[in-house]
């Protein structure tokens, strides 16, 4: 069964909301500066995630890419940012504008993602999936 926080005592909602922007903060500021300590604890074990050039990553792949320097962000921004609870799941929807480079070029734009953390045994949220799509102009081309 799924819940929202409206049905969430108003306490718990407010709490869980917190925790959870703190989270996605921690996040950010983890990309941005490859900092994997932080981002090892913000991952489950069993993470997956699709980039927005449709490659699906893992925990590992995520951190030695974080560790390797293989996205060198030079900003993002996030805003209009959801999220929304189910149970112990939370769900974060935002918008980020990225400056970023890979190896492969420039990844620059703005991007839609999608976040999900799921609250362990120890009551701790961990994100267990992300996925991110960029956004195109109408009559832009891939």
Known sequence: MAFDTQQMPKGQQHQSRHEID???DAWRNAILKSNTAVMDRLLADDYLAITALGLVQTKAQTLANLKAGRIHMASLNVSDRKVRFYGRTAVVTSLAV??????????????????????????????VSFEASKIREPGEHR
């Open 22 to 24: 703190q989270l996605e």
């Open 98 to 127: 990225v400056q970023a480079t890979t190896p492969d070029g420039d990844i620059s734009g703005n991007y839609r993602y999608m976040r999900v953390y799921v609250r362990d045994s120890a009551g701790n949220w961990k994100i």
